[in-house]
């Protein structure tokens, strides 16, 4: 079983930028797809970005796209987002999750590992 642990989450000004990042531990997530997603207090959780096994497929939620980079380094075993323009509407829990298979998704019953998540806050 992998362990996710995220790390970089903080309280931000709107316009600002972020960038966090998800070590993995306990096997190597070379093999994997892996992906972002975030839950706001009361709301759902929601995809935020994914990427493939090799990195060379990336996909964004149309509410990030333009803004976030999701990025991944297999030989560090670690993955990471990059967040630009962060918005209010950005705050939540950004968590990371590990997908069966090696090609993301949008749906969160694919993916089988997640972490603790990092708390993300945009205010003025």
């Known amino acids: 079983q992998v362990q996710l642990v995220e790390s970089g989450g903080g309280l931000v000004q709107p316009g600002d930028s972020l960038t966090l990042s998800c070590a993995a531990s306990?096997?190597?997530?070379?093999?994997?797809?892996m992906a972002w997603f975030r839950q706001a207090p009361g709301k759902e959780r929601e995809f935020v970005a994914g990427?493939?096994?090799?990195?060379?497929?990336?996909g964004y939620a149309d509410s990030v796209k333009g803004r976030f980079t999701i990025s991944r380094d297999n030989a560090k075993n670690m993955v990471y987002l990059q967040m630009n323009s962060l918005k209010s509407e950005d705050t939540a829990v950004y968590h990371c999750a590990t997908k069966i298979g090696g090609y993301w998704s949008m749906r969160r019953g694919d993916y089988n590992s997640w972490g603790q998540g990092t708390q993300v806050t945009v205010s003025s």
């Open positions: 990427i493939n096994y090799r990195g060379g497929g990336t």
């Open positions: 306990g096997r190597t997530i070379s093999n994997n797809a």
